[in-house]
């Protein structure tokens, strides 16, 4: 893919100069560079539920089993060494 994204870079460069000579090669990239943006910014919104730390919900539903296997298990500091 290496290979690819240089020809893409070249290409994108090429049809910049041929296109607007006058223009700098940023404002050719520029387009294209904010279309990836938008295309991050949309999978980020999508997937923002898995960004950020469970809702007091979900712990409190988590509580009890946790609870139930901390009596049933105990401690680990606490029991003996074998």
């Avoid at 980020?44 to 809702?55: I, K, N």
Wanted: charged share 15%; glycine share 8%; hydrophobic share 50%.
């Amino acid at each position: 893919m290496p290979f690819v994204s240089i020809l893409a870079a070249l290409g994108m460069n090429m049809l910049g100069t041929r296109l607007w000579p006058s223009a700098r090669p940023l404002y050719v990239v520029l387009p294209l560079l904010l279309l990836f943006a938008l295309g991050l910014a949309k999978v980020a919104a999508q997937l923002r539920g898995t960004f950020y730390a469970p809702t007091w919900g979900i712990v409190e539903e988590l509580a009890p089993t946790s609870i139930a296997f901390a009596k049933c298990h105990g401690n680990p500091r606490d029991q003996k060494k074998l």
